[in-house]
């Protein structure tokens, strides 16, 4: 970049300018080409550095790309910078658009599915600057990753808002670009419950729906509950609790689940075993199988009321 593009862009003073351009060069993050101010690769150690000091990437991380292995579909991780979002991670599986945003990329908030679940936490101070910013910049054209946008209805965002308090979830029906969906949940901090970041599962129009993104990724297969041994563990009128659901589902398909339960003794969840009818009698189910499986879930369940002796551990 020139010396007066910078002056332009940044509105400081020509003196400041070049002062700050000979700073940063002698640190090796910018180097002169002629007049011209060139970036270094060098200044990747700051990004890295803000990635480590995050600490968000190195625990979950793993955990996005896992999730995306599973679905299929690209997965990321975006943090809030005011009434903007960065990806600090992106497991990119498909190509669901044809440009990719990269890690550090600043997208405005109101044109994703992460947006609305930060702006939840937003301060009068974060809207005020959004209301100065939309009349300024309707075009987004103060964000260079993203192409221009067509003018978004007056009030979508301030309606997306609360509709994500409420039902925890946001997406993004191709409000960034052309056939991209999105749809994305919150990560919390156990200790207050604010927002950590935000996991967002992307795809295309041609594979998924906005709406079909949800409930078929993102929520996995709703069944009903009287109809599968997982459904009727915490409910089972056998004492233990465990309960099989001998080819009620499925013809072929004997399932046997056992509850797992809390530091209260409180049902919370149930493990299960699918198997095919065929492969062992209801007896060897009841017997051998379920013994097993009561042994696996009493070490779930210590684990759980470890993890859970002072922080609490969020089940959904
Ligand atoms: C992404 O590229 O990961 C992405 C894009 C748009 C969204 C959410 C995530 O709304």
């Given at each position: 970049?020139?010396?007066?593009?910078?002056?332009?862009?940044?509105?400081?003073a020509r003196s400041t300018v070049d002062r700050v351009t000979a700073t940063l060069a002698r640190m090796g993050y910018v180097r002169l080409d002629g007049r011209d101010a060139v970036l270094t690769l060098r200044l990747m150690e700051l990004g890295n550095a803000y990635?480590?000091?995050?600490?968000?990437?190195?625990?979950?991380?793993a955990r996005a790309d896992a999730l995306a292995d599973a679905l299929d579909e690209s997965v990321s991780l975006a943090v809030r910078d005011r009434d903007g979002i960065h990806f600090v991670h992106q497991a990119t599986r498909r190509r669901a658009m044809s440009l990719g945003f990269r890690i550090g990329e600043l997208l405005p908030a109101e044109r994703t599915a992460p947006?609305?679940?930060?702006?939840?936490?937003?301060?009068?101070?974060?809207?005020?600057?959004?209301?100065?910013?939309?009349?300024?910049?309707?075009?987004?054209?103060?964000?260079?990753?993203?192409?221009?946008?067509?003018p978004a209805p007056a009030g979508d965002f301030e309606e997306r808002?609360?509709?994500?308090?409420?039902?925890?979830?946001?997406?993004?029906?191709?409000?960034?670009?052309?056939?991209?969906?999105?749809?994305?949940v919150p990560v919390r901090y156990p200790a207050d419950g604010t927002i950590a970041c935000v996991a967002s599962v992307v795809s295309h129009t041609s594979r998924h729906s906005a709406e079909d993104l949800r409930t078929t990724l993102l929520v996995g297969t709703r069944l009903?509950?009287?109809?599968?041994?997982?459904?009727?563990?915490?409910?089972?009128?056998?004492?233990?609790?465990?309960?099989?659901?001998?080819?009620?589902?499925?013809?072929?398909?004997?399932?046997?689940?056992?509850?797992?339960?809390?530091?209260?003794?409180?049902?919370?969840?149930?493990?299960?075993?699918?198997?095919?009818?065929a492969?062992?009698?209801?007896?060897?189910?009841?017997?051998?199988?379920?013994?097993?499986?009561?042994?696996?879930?009493?070490r779930i369940e210590a684990d759980l009321h470890m993890a859970s002796h002072f922080t609490r551990v969020p089940l959904t």
């Open positions: 970049m020139s010396p007066s593009t910078l002056e332009r862009t940044t509105g400081l990635l480590a000091a995050l600490r968000r990437p190195a625990l979950l991380n947006g609305p679940l930060f702006a939840t936490e937003w301060t009068d101070e974060d809207w005020r600057h959004w209301h100065e910013r939309r009349p300024a910049d309707p075009e987004n054209r103060s964000f260079p990753a993203v192409p221009p946008a067509p808002t609360p509709r994500a308090a409420r039902e925890g979830w946001a997406s993004d029906d191709q409000l960034i670009e052309p056939g991209l969906v999105a749809v994305s009903p509950a009287h109809a599968t041994a997982l459904g009727r563990a915490p409910t089972a009128a056998d004492p233990l609790g465990s309960a099989l659901a001998d080819e009620e589902l499925e013809e072929g398909l004997r399932p046997i689940a056992v509850p797992l339960l809390d530091r209260t003794g409180r049902r919370v969840a149930a493990v299960n075993i699918a198997m095919h009818a492969r062992h009698t209801r007896e060897e189910c009841t017997d051998t199988l379920l013994a097993a499986l009561r042994h696996t879930a009493t």
